[in-house]
């Protein structure tokens, strides 16, 4: 079985709650607080699980937050190497307006890392004798520079493995500029790398997804919400369109949709289908609140209805070309 193992380097416990509205300056009376593990390696490493795959998350923790932290996810049977963060790792907190439907997330910063506590974590990987995939998903903690994604990319070198990419901002630019093989990002994301303004159409996302690619990053998928995903890879590319889903909460979706792709990859799938089901996975995700993220019996269901689409659309297709 393929090793996958996954860096978070700002975790977090999500604190998941509801309320009728917001009011200012008044005492507001919130739903009993769902807690879960977060901290978008962790979170590919959960959905992993969740869909019967293994992968291990690594990631710093610290104080009574980090061993709650830790409590939930060997609650969920999730595997994980843990070193000290120095300080206590963050709680965020996800606010649900019942009346209008509206999400609040408040993102604390956590616990600035030393460059010890990052080099512990970057010694855990080179300790494992083996490492084919390695996802780094989330944003940096406070004293994390941009520049360890050329880390991480020389251990993935060193270990014959697959860098897998979800962040933002200069990590990101970072992550692409050293070579990351496979990069999930967002249409806004992929603006800011384009320096164009906005992207709007499709075909203006698939010429900068292109050039990304041909710029060193091995594969390139821009996820598009609820329109699905677009890919490019070794030369091809395509559009996957989302299912139609009664949302309840977008947290972790884009967690989720990294877990299907990287687990389907390392089942020797095709990148289109990998994608395909990264989107059901994503999808199936925003059927529960907080950030409980995808369920394979809903994932497996929505998949089937996917292909079902496509397989129509293309029959469709090829008997209008024939006539």
């Given amino acids: 079985m393929p090793a996958i193992f996954t860096i978070t380097l700002n975790p977090c416990i999500d604190v998941n709650t509801s309320v009728d509205m917001l009011w200012p300056e008044i005492k507001l009376?919130?739903?009993e607080p769902l807690m879960q593990p977060?901290?978008?390696g962790i979170n590919v490493a959960r959905a992993i699980t969740k869909l019967g795959g293994h992968a291990v998350a690594v990631f710093p923790c610290g104080g009574s937050t980090g061993r709650r932290l830790k409590e939930l996810l060997s609650a969920e049977g999730v595997a994980f190497i843990s070193t000290g963060s120095g300080g206590n790792t963050r709680e965020n907190v996800i606010v649900n307006e019942r009346c209008t439907g509206r999400?609040?997330?408040?993102?604390?910063p956590g616990p600035e890392l030393s460059e010890l506590v990052c080099n512990g974590l970057l010694a855990a990987l080179e300790e494992q004798p083996s490492v084919d995939y390695l996802v780094v998903s989330g944003?940096?903690?406070?004293?994390?520079?941009?520049?360890?994604?050329?880390k991480l990319k020389a251990i993935a070198i060193r270990k014959g493995a697959m860098l897998a990419v979800d962040t933002s901002g200069a990590a990101l630019k970072?992550?692409?500029g050293c070579?990351?093989?496979?990069v999930k990002l967002s249409a806004h994301e992929l603006s800011s790398l384009a320096d164009g303004g906005d992207l709007m159409s499709k075909v203006e996302i698939e010429a900068a997804a292109r050039n990304l690619s041909a710029g060193?990053?091995?594969a390139v998928v821009v996820s598009l919400g609820e329109h699905g995903a677009f890919w490019v890879s070794g030369g091809e590319s395509g559009y996957i369109s989302a299912p139609s889903v009664k949302p309840v909460s977008t947290v972790g979706a884009g967690d989720s949709m990294v877990a299907g792709i990287v687990l389907s990859l390392s089942k020797g799938c095709a990148f289109s289908d990998a994608v395909r089901y990264g989107v059901a996975?994503?999808?199936?995700?925003?059927?529960?609140?907080?950030?409980?993220?995808?369920k394979k019996e809903e994932v497996e269901d929505i998949f089937r209805q996917m292909n079902k689409k496509t397989e129509m659309h293309e029959k469709d297709t090829g008997h209008r070309g024939r006539t």
């Fill in 139 to 150: 944003s940096l903690a406070p004293g994390v520079g941009p520049e360890i994604f050329k």
């Fill in 29 to 31: 009376r919130c739903s």
């Fill in 281 to 294: 996975c994503g999808s199936a995700a925003t059927l529960h609140p907080g950030t409980s993220l995808c």
């Fill in 216 to 218: 060193g990053v091995g």
């Fill in 174 to 176: 970072t992550a692409v």
């Fill in 179 to 182: 070579g990351a093989d496979l």
């Fill in 38 to 40: 977060g901290g978008g």
């Fill in 103 to 108: 999400q609040y997330r408040l993102n604390m």
